[in-house]
């Protein structure tokens, strides 16, 4: 029988999250054979001071589908815009739909502790279509199929590594991601829309260079061998899978290493 292929579903809230905290992890699993599908709940329609709402919408779309497009990974539309995502059954039942099609055993989340709502509401989202994969009577939209398989969930550090409390978010293992730095920050550097979003509303002089700083950051503080670094945390595995069933660490074997 053909082993199964690793499936790995990143789902982020804004066109720019996964480049953000994510997108060295999904490197190193395309280089393990995984297949890889990109999805921001988010269409990034308030990410401007330039653009008016369609005009922005279209360039972030473009913007994210070229990121998809590099990182080699399939692309699924927006469902929300800026500041309307919020935990409703619609979008629940929509990102569940995306599951089902996808049949993912990795699902990338954000942080469900993080400085912005947006962000938070993406997070309980995806854990809550995550919780719903095999029930027969939790119905999608569009409709699809239940999933008879385990899933293991987990969540990205949040943009700053602190919650809204300026508390540190501390991760459960690290993955080194040093050796394709040079493709997440391409990547990043995709989005170029907001570069001067993000300097004036952020104070961000370069956020290709905040992203650098983020990783090296994680790789600093709660490593000594990684220079740059992204921090994951488990999702309780209760409701989705065996406690002991671990694919992303599996996959990453020898990348990855305990946070004590």
């Known amino acids: 029988m053909k082993k199964k292929t690793l499936r790995a579903l990143a789902i982020g809230c804004h066109p720019d999250d996964i480049e953000f905290m994510m997108s060295g992890t999904l490197f190193l699993l395309k280089e393990q054979g995984a297949e890889l599908f990109y999805m921001n709940v988010a269409d990034g329609g308030c990410g401007t001071q330039e653009y008016s709402t369609e005009e922005i919408c279209a360039i972030r779309k473009e913007e994210a589908k070229k990121a998809s497009s590099y990182l080699g990974a399939a692309w699924f539309k ?71 398989r385990e899933i293991a969930l987990y969540h990205a550090l949040p943009y700053g590594l602190q919650d809204a409390y300026q508390r540190p978010v501390i991760p459960h293992f690290l993955v080194d991601v040093s050796s394709v730095m040079k493709r997440k920050t391409a990547m990043l550097s995709l989005h170029d829309s907001q570069r001067n979003w993000l300097d004036s509303s952020q104070k961000i002089d370069s956020y290709v260079e905040t992203m650098q700083n983020m990783c090296h950051e994680v790789g600093s503080i709660y490593s000594h061998q990684y220079q740059f670094a992204e921090g994951w945390i488990r999702h309780n595995p209760l409701g989705y899978s065996n406690p002991q069933y671990k694919p992303l660490e599996k996959a990453l074997r020898g990348s990855w290493e305990q946070v004590h």
Do not use: C, Q, W
């Open 78 to 148: 927006s469902i929300a815009h800026d500041m309307e995502v919020v935990f409703d059954m619609k979008l629940v039942r929509k990102v569940a739909a995306v599951m089902r099609e996808v049949d993912p055993s990795i699902i990338l989340a954000p942080s469900l502790y993080d400085y912005m709502e947006d962000h938070m509401n993406t997070a309980r989202i995806v854990s809550t279509a995550a919780f719903t994969i095999g029930m027969p009577n939790f119905v999608t939209d569009p409709v699809r199929p239940i999933l008879h």
